[in-house]
């Protein structure tokens, strides 16, 4: 399991690092626009704009399932819980409802500097299908990781049932079904 959460880890990692080398500085929430480049340089070419997505389901679905006792069934859960959560972190991106999702968010929080952040999310961000995809890929991988990892739930051991002493078998001499010798 150890090994699992540093693939995550990794992952997270490589996710921060298209961000700090491939995004201009003051695109990331959580990273202070000092540490951005200044002039993004195309560190990780065609791939650095769904990276992050792909990473991001990744990390978030091992981690959580690692967090939860060991069945393989809340692994799914895990993974299809972070490819839903991205899914709507992309759609709220999209053109359409982007506005009206920051306004909501400002209206319901009265005007709470973690809701106007969010909302700067969803209205400075784009709506690509590429980062759904990718989303729903990297909990695929997790999945894949964490089921290759994780103790198949055994079945339960079945018993030897010992013949009832209460019941008196016949032999049948005759091949055919019914008879008696």
Request: net charge positive; glycine share 8%.
């Amino acid at each position: 399991m150890l090994s699992l959460a540093i693939m995550a880890g990794l992952a997270l990692g490589i996710g921060t690092a298209v961000y700090l080398l491939d995004r201009p500085a003051g695109s990331a929430w959580l990273i202070p626009p000092a540490w951005q480049s200044a002039a993004p340089a195309p560190w990780f070419g065609r791939a650095g704009p769904w990276l992050p997505s792909l990473v991001h389901a990744f990390a978030f679905s091992v981690l959580t399932a690692l967090a939860l006792p060991e069945r393989p069934w809340r692994a799914a859960v895990a993974c299809l819980a972070w490819a839903a959560i991205d899914t709507l972190a992309e759609l709220g991106q999209h053109a359409a409802v982007s506005g009206a999702l920051a306004a909501a968010l400002a209206t319901a929080f009265d005007g709470a500097a973690g809701a106007l952040r969010l909302g700067r999310y969803f209205t400075m961000g784009t709506f690509d299908l590429a980062d759904l995809a990718a989303g729903w890929a990297g909990s695929a991988f997790a999945f894949v990781a964490l089921r290759r990892r994780l103790p198949r739930a055994a079945a339960p051991a079945r018993r030897a049932e010992a013949p009832d002493p209460t019941l008196h078998q016949t032999t049948c001499s005759s091949p055919r079904w019914g008879s008696r010798p």
